[in-house]
């Protein structure tokens, strides 16, 4: 559970957006942003949306600013902090919620939300399927994640992050979605370099 206790660590949540996305990675944050709009489509109100990981709020404010009926989930206080802080200055803290929880034992009913997201999560669990099958269980249509490719260059120095990271193939996010019962409705390809690469760029 390397990519857990990383991930928790008071340090990390405090300096996670400025590491990530300023300078060169406002690209990576652009692009991801993109990709969670156009995989939901228009958001209509009343939209029920719970993010799985959802870290300091970047996919759960935005989406909130957009009409959703959203509940942010994480394991990390100090990560729900920044988000909470994050909706405050955007003024939006009446219109979304943020709640301390297990990914591997969501405390919502079956069914609960329209739809279920879950980013940059999947490559820290040694064992993504209990997690794929609480996300499945706790949507009435929609599932959407992201993974780290298998066959990109982040598998030469994966083993140096202090997080780790789980990457995966083609064949393995096939087989996740036929356990978990779902059916592909679209994917997308991005960022071929490392993030490393972007965040270098001015």
Not at 40 to 47: D, S, V
Not at 137 to 161: C, E, H, I, M, P
């Amino acid at each position: 559970m390397k990519g857990q206790d990383w991930y928790q660590a008071d340090e990390v949540a405090e300096e996670y957006e400025d590491v990530r996305f300023s300078g060169g990675g406002e690209l990576i944050d652009r692009r991801e942003k993109a990709a969670v709009l156009s995989a939901l489509g228009p958001i209509e109100a009343g939209h029920r949306v719970l993010e799985v990981a959802c870290g300091t709020g970047r996919f759960t404010t935005m989406l909130a600013d957009r009409g959703a009926d959203i509940v942010g989930l994480d394991i990390s206080r100090e990560m729900l902090e920044q988000g909470r802080a994050k909706a405050a200055k955007a003024g939006i803290s009446d219109t979304v919620e943020f709640v301390r929880g297990d990914a591997s034992r969501l405390p919502f009913p079956d069914d609960h939300f329209d739809t279920v997201i879950a980013m940059r999560f999947f490559h820290l669990m040694d064992d993504p399927a209990p997690f794929l099958e609480e996300l499945c269980r706790v949507s009435a249509d929609q599932v959407f994640f992201d993974t780290f490719n298998g066959r990109s260059l982040r598998t030469l120095y994966t083993w140096l992050l202090p997080m780790g990271s789980r990457l995966y193939s083609e064949d393995q996010v096939a087989d996740m979605l036929r356990e978990a019962g779902l059916t592909l409705a679209g994917e997308s390809h991005d960022f071929v370099l490392p993030y490393g690469f972007y965040r270098q760029l001015p």
